[in-house]
């Protein structure tokens, strides 16, 4: 049982080392591409919308003085 234990090939400390950041590197890369997918789905479905939100709208205000 020992011997298969030192035999693996994920067993030495720096293999361990090289797995966790192949792994964090993935998982990194999923959530930045999640992330993109997130913001181009909200910015083109704003673009997109057929009613406008009054929120984004910005208004210029002219204020004239009473004489």
Not at 6 to 9: A, F, G, I, N, V
């Given at each position: 049982m020992r011997s298969m234990k030192?035999?693996?090939?994920f067993?030495?400390?720096?293999?361990?080392?090289?797995m966790r950041v192949?792994?964090?590197g993935m998982l990194q890369g999923i959530l930045c591409l999640l992330?993109?997918?997130l913001i181009?789905?909200?910015?083109?479905t704003d673009?997109?919308?057929p009613t406008t939100d009054i929120d984004n709208i910005l208004f210029t205000?002219?204020?004239s003085r009473g004489k």
């Open positions: 030192e035999s693996s090939p067993s030495s400390p720096q293999q361990h080392s090289k192949t792994i964090t992330y993109e997918l181009y789905i909200d910015v083109y673009k997109l919308s205000v002219i204020h």
